[in-house]
């Protein structure tokens, strides 16, 4: 399974952006989806999950009312609604896997694509 993420660009603060992350290969629908970010020098961390059936959505506190995650799994595609963007949302956006237990930390999710920009110019 590969994952890629795209979407990214350059938006005014309070602006708002997509950014997508689609599968290849099988059994899209057995796992979560989880999208995490990084800044310039520093670990990933965590932004919002999804459920494999898209039930179950958990968010990090700081996006928590701002970004919704959702997906399509006749699409193989998740999505990450990101409106009111702030120029601390600026980072790379990671798209990622995980099946079994559920966890927020990077370590345990694999399949992790390419990822894409997102600068929120203030």
């Known amino acids: 399974v590969q994952l890629q993420a795209s979407g990214g660009g350059l938006v005014q603060a309070g602006g708002s952006l997509t950014l997508i992350c689609t599968a290849s290969?099988?059994?899209?629908?057995?796992?979560?989806i989880g999208w995490f970010r990084q800044y310039p020098g520093k670990e990933r961390e965590f932004v919002a999950v999804?459920?494999?059936?898209?039930?179950?959505?958990i968010y990090a506190d700081s996006v928590k009312g701002r970004f919704t995650i959702s997906r399509d799994n006749a699409k193989n595609t998740v999505y990450l609604r990101m409106n009111s963007l702030k120029a601390e949302d600026t980072a790379v956006y990671y798209c990622?896997?995980?099946?079994?237990?559920?966890?927020?930390?990077?370590?345990?999710?694999?399949?992790w694509g390419q990822g894409t920009q997102v600068t929120v110019s203030s």
């Open positions: 990622a896997r995980q099946w079994g237990q559920y966890s927020s930390l990077p370590a345990d999710f694999g399949s």
């Open positions: 290969g099988s059994y899209f629908s057995s796992y979560r």
């Open positions: 999804v459920s494999a059936s898209g039930g179950t959505t």
